[in-house]
């Protein structure tokens, strides 16, 4: 296992162990850091793993958008082994336990859920959803056990009425004392029976839910057209805001195509509206930057962003204002060089309606002072098939002139929280890759890997 993996895998052993014996007591990302440094981790390291982080969490809220809560749950868990103190990721996975909770109405995931809740308050006493959580889940107990005694007290009176009118009726015969005995028992069972039905199902409509609105409305986006934006084509996919007890997020997924010139940097503003066209947020994003491939003209160019904020008052987003806020760019040659296409493997097989091309835009190979070479490359992926493509990843493999494997990377061109690859449409990825013992490998080859796509 290289130094690298290993020291994550300390830091990881190490923080499931601060986990087990002081799970209560707060510890900063100062304390993680220097955990981290103390473990053999070098800034870099530290670095990556907090994007491990960050995408776990970005990962989670895209799943949480569409009620899955299972993958949302299990995305947060791992972001947990990063940073088991963070109460925002803490109340997220209370959140998502108790929602599989009356999803499966399996008592196991309200235990998870009021257990993150509760580390969640023990952390930040006033983290505001996460007591409104466990509020919400005493309230239910209270509800359900109030409902079960008023159920038993009202099968009692029925039972001493029908006792007390029995005294009045005719004597008789021990056959006829039996039947009736019989039939009053099934219809007691019968009636209790209904009564507990009743109760359970009045419970489950009853418990207030967490997210005070499950809908997931469309919000109307607005393109703004001007000197930086001309020749610039907009398309949105998903524009979509969810209102929560003390929260509310909003989710954009869509693209920008260059008619007309080659972009090497560019940076939007996106500003969100409520019912009344009043200003509620307003922020920056990079989209092309330095360490991004120059979008040449026709290229497809993802936009997605995730807003998720708390708020005493949740407002309701209406329209959402997408601006160029800066760009650099040139106009584009006649034409291109064809890129190389590439032959790649199935790691399984093919799905049904799935297929993509693979070519190579851009290749370059350096080497450093030690013995490692580092590859840069950019690649074309074509979505062929018949559907759109949620979520690709590619596995790359290096091989010296002998046909030994040197180096295995697997990396994401896609995933479930960007714009979808849409039929026909080209997504540019592009990596810096380091292959161990590389420099002194004069042929080197790399080989495309399919492992996962849906």
């Not at 190490?14 to 510890?27: A, D, L, N, P, T």
């Not at 329209?319 to 760019?329: C, D, G, N, S, W």
Request: proline share 4%; glycine share 2%; charged share 30%.
């Amino acid at each position: 296992m290289p130094d690298h993996d290993k020291n994550i895998e300390k830091f990881v052993r190490k923080i499931i162990e601060i986990q087990h014996s002081k799970f209560e007591k707060k510890i900063t990302d100062g304390d993680l850091e220097s955990i981290a440094e103390e473990l053999g981790l070098s800034p870099g390291e530290w670095r990556d793993l907090l994007k491990v982080y960050d995408n776990h969490i970005i990962r989670a809220k895209g799943f949480m958008q569409f009620s899955n809560w299972d993958d949302a749950l299990k995305e947060l868990e791992q972001a947990l082994t990063i940073k088991p103190h963070n109460p925002d990721a803490l109340y997220l996975a209370a959140n998502c336990s108790v929602k599989l909770w009356h999803e499966k109405k399996d008592a196991k995931y309200k235990k998870e859920g009021q257990k993150y809740a509760r580390t969640c308050v023990n952390i930040d006493p006033t983290h505001r959803d996460a007591l409104q959580l466990l509020s919400n889940l005493k309230r239910s107990v209270h509800k359900s056990v109030n409902k079960t005694s008023i159920a038993i007290a009202v099968i009692l009176v029925v039972i001493v009425i029908l006792a007390f009118i029995s005294l009045f009726r005719r004597p008789a015969s021990e056959s006829d004392i039996s039947v009736i005995s019989t039939e009053e028992s099934e219809k007691s069972e019968a009636s209790e029976k209904e009564e507990d039905s009743q109760t359970s199902r009045k419970e489950e409509n009853t418990t207030e839910p967490v997210i005070a609105d499950d809908e997931s409305p469309e919000v109307e986006v607005e393109f703004v057209k001007n000197n930086k934006s001309s020749g610039i084509e907009f398309n949105t996919q998903t524009s979509v805001f969810n209102k929560y007890d003390a929260s509310f997020s909003y989710n954009f997924r869509g693209d920008f195509i260059s008619k007309s010139h080659e972009i090497s940097a560019l940076k939007i503003k996106y500003d969100l509206f409520d019912e009344n066209n009043k200003l509620v947020i307003s922020k920056l994003k990079k989209i092309i930057d330095e360490h991004s491939p120059v979008a040449r003209n026709n290229d497809i160019i993802p936009v997605d962003f995730l807003v998720y904020e708390k708020v005493n008052h949740v407002p309701n987003i209406k329209r959402a204002l997408i601006t160029v806020h800066y760009i650099e760019k040139q106009a584009a040659p006649p034409k291109y060089e064809t890129s190389k296409k590439l032959d790649f493997e199935w790691l399984s097989s093919r799905p049904p309606n799935y297929n993509i091309e693979v070519s190579e835009r851009f290749s370059k190979y350096t080497t450093s002072f030690g013995n490692d070479a580092y590859c840069n490359i950019i690649f074309e992926v074509k979505n062929t098939g018949n559907v759109d493509i949620n979520l690709l990843k590619l596995e790359l493999q290096w091989f010296d002139a002998n046909g030994k494997v040197l180096q295995s990377k697997d990396f994401y061109v896609n995933s479930t929280s960007n714009p979808k690859i849409k039929r026909e449409q080209i997504r540019l990825k592009s990596g810096t890759w380091s292959i161990k013992n590389g420099k002194n490998n004069k042929n080197l080859r790399y080989k495309v890997l399919i492992s996962e796509i849906n």
